[in-house]
């Protein structure tokens, strides 16, 4: 997953459990038993109290340091595919969820999400017009844009509606962000 902000911690997720440690000694501190799923990750919340977990189809908030769940969310509509990945905006107020359709792999959609109340986050919009599969994504350091990525072009779309502001190159299975929106992408290779 990551480190806490301020990085006194650091936390694992697996498909059914989530652990908490310690960064100077390594020591585990807390785990705890949670739906997840292979595919699960998560992210600590710049509030310093929650972090926040991808399950199959939803998104569960666990409290710090308890990692006691206190809200889940519903985050994906069918159960045709799964999540594949969860970033928060770095100033707590969004966060984003792509998806993996199996049968339907061109239905995926991704989801963004205001939680700038983890407690009581809501749906901002879903993004259902990428075509494929979505793999990664990453919000920009001022939370107004992100960049999703996947068998498709890799897109810059806006986090507020979900409108695509721009397609860039091929397919791209990881996306990251810098103060300029960098993109990673592994491109196709044809022989």
């Not at 509606?161 to 592994?186: Q, R, V």
Request: proline share 3%.
């Amino acid at each position: 997953v990551g480190f806490s902000v301020d990085e006194a911690q650091f936390a694992t997720v697996s498909d059914a459990m989530v652990r908490l440690y310690e960064c100077g000694s390594g020591e585990l501190l807390k785990s705890a038993e949670i739906a997840g799923f292979y595919r699960s990750c998560g992210a600590f919340h710049p509030d310093g109290i929650h972090l926040l977990v991808s399950g199959r189809m939803t998104v569960m908030v666990l409290e710090l340091p308890t990692l006691k769940v206190v809200a889940t969310y519903e985050v994906l509509k069918t159960d045709d595919g799964s999540s594949t990945a969860l970033v928060i905006s770095k100033d707590g107020t969004k966060f984003l969820v792509p998806e993996c359709r199996n049968m339907n792999s061109d239905k995926s959609k991704a989801f963004g999400w205001d939680c700038s109340d983890p407690l009581k986050a809501t749906e901002l919009f879903i993004k259902s017009d990428y075509g494929a599969r979505m793999f990664s994504c990453a919000i920009s350091d001022d939370s107004s844009k992100a960049v999703i990525g996947g068998h498709a072009p890799s897109i810059l779309i806006s986090m507020v509606d979900g409108a695509t502001l721009k397609h860039i190159g091929n397919g791209a299975f990881f996306a990251g962000s810098s103060p300029t929106l960098l993109i990673l992408s592994l491109q196709r290779v044809h022989a």
